[in-house]
C-alpha cells in the first residue's frame, strides 16, 4: 500500500509538472516567436502545437527508453483522441471557430495521411526502427515546408497571439528576451521531470492495479499529457482566436504520430498486436473523419460537431472501461 500512494504521488506531481512546464515552454517560445513576426496560424500549427505535444514526447521517449511500448503507442493513440473529442469540441462549444482556408488546403490532407499511418505501421504489430525514423524525417520535412511556404502576418495579429500564449500560461507577456528564454527552458525542464515522474508512477499503479500498460496509456496518461492542449485551446477560443485552437489541435495530433511515434519508436521497443488496437483506430479514424469534413465542407466546427464529438469521446471512453 505505502508503494501505491507513493506511485499516486509521482503520478499527480509528474501531471503539475507537465502541466506548468508545457504552459511555460508555450509561452516563452510563442512571445520569441512573435518578436520574430511568425504568423499567427504558424504559432498555432507549430510553436504551440509542438509545445503543447512536449509532453507526449517525453512521456514517449521516456516509456520506450524503459521498455514501456505500449504506454507510449496508448499514449500517443489516446491523446490524439482526447485532442479531437475533448479538447477541440470543448473549445468548439465555447466558441465555433472559423477554420482558416491554408489548415484545409495543407493540414487536412496530412492529417489523414499521419492518422492513416497508424493502422499501417502497426499492420506487423510493432514500429521498426526504419518506420520511427521515417516518421520522423516525415514530421522535420513537413515542419519545414509549412513555415517557408507560410505568409507573415500583420505586427497586431502577432501581439495578440502572444499575449494569448502568455495568459494561456497564466503570465503577463514578456518583452524581454532573455526572460523568454529563461521561461522556455524552464518550462523544458518541468516537462522533463513531470514526464519521468508521470511514467515511474502509471506504470506502478498498473502493476497494482492489473491494468495493461496500454490501457493506462490511453486514459491516464493521455488526459494528463492533453491538459497543456486544452488550456491552451479554451484560452484561444475564450478571446476569438480560433485559428489557434484549431491549429494546436491539428498540428499536435500530426506531431504527435510523427514525431512522438517516431521518436518512442528509435527509444525502445514499441509492440502490439494489431487486434488489439481495433476500437482505438476506429475512434480515431471517426472522430478525425468528423472534424476534417467540418473544416473542408462548413470552414468552422459548429456545436452540433462539437457536441457529436464529445459524445464519440465519452462512448470510447465507456466502451474502454467495459473492456477493462
Not at 103 to 128: C, W
Amino acid at each position: 500500500m505505502p508503494a501505491l500512494g507513493l506511485d499516486i504521488g509521482q503520478l499527480l506531481f509528474g501531471l503539475v509538472f507537465l502541466y506548468f512546464g508545457a504552459e511555460w515552454l508555450v509561452s516563452g517560445a510563442a512571445g520569441l516567436a512573435s518578436s520574430l513576426g511568425i504568423r499567427p496560424l504558424i504559432i498555432g500549427l507549430t510553436i504551440v502545437a509542438y509545445g503543447t505535444s512536449s509532453p507526449e514526447l517525453v512521456v514517449g521517449i521516456s516509456a520506450g527508453l524503459r521498455d514501456q511500448g505500449a504506454l507510449a503507442l496508448g499514449n500517443v493513440i489516446g491523446s490524439n483522441i482526447a485532442n479531437l473529442g475533448l479538447i477541440l469540441a470543448v473549445a468548439a462549444l465555447i466558441k465555433a471557430p472559423v477554420v482558416d482556408r491554408q489548415i484545409v488546403v495543407r493540414e487536412v490532407p496530412v492529417l489523414f495521411v499521419a492518422t492513416a499511418l497508424v493502422p499501417l505501421i502497426m499492420l506487423d504489430g510493432q514500429v521498426s526502427t526504419t518506420e520511427a525514423a521515417g516518421l520522423l524525417a516525415f514530421a522535420v520535412g513537413y515542419t519545414a515546408w509549412m513555415i517557408i511556404s507560410s505568409r507573415r502576418g500583420t505586427a497586431v495579429e502577432v501581439a495578440e497571439v502572444a499575449a494569448d500564449a502568455a495568459t494561456a500560461g497564466g503570465l503577463a507577456p514578456q518583452r524581454s528576451r532573455a526572460r523568454l528564454v529563461l521561461l522556455t527552458l524552464t518550462g523544458l525542464a518541468l516537462l522533463v521531470g513531470g514526464g519521468h515522474l508521470l511514467v515511474t508512477g502509471a506504470v506502478g499503479i498498473a502493476k497494482v492495479a492489473g491494468l495493461s500498460d496500454q490501457v493506462i496509456g490511453l486514459t491516464i496518461v493521455a488526459i494528463g499529457t492533453s491538459l497543456p492542449e486544452l488550456a491552451t485551446s479554451v484560452i484561444a477560443a475564450m478571446r476569438g482566436h480560433g485559428e489557434i485552437a484549431v491549429g494546436n489541435v491539428v498540428g499536435s495530433n500530426i506531431f504527435n504520430v510523427l514525431l512522438i511515434l517516431g521518436a518512442s519508436g528509435l527509444a525502445g521497443n514499441i509492440e502490439a498486436p494489431i487486434g488489439s488496437l481495433v476500437m482505438e483506430i476506429m475512434a480515431l479514424g471517426a472522430m478525425t473523419l468528423l472534424a476534417t469534413i467540418a473544416m473542408a465542407t462548413r470552414r468552422t466546427i459548429g456545436r452540433t460537431e462539437a457536441v457529436a464529438l464529445l459524445l464519440g469521446y465519452v462512448v470510447f471512453l465507456s466502451l474502454l472501461a467495459l473492456r477493462l
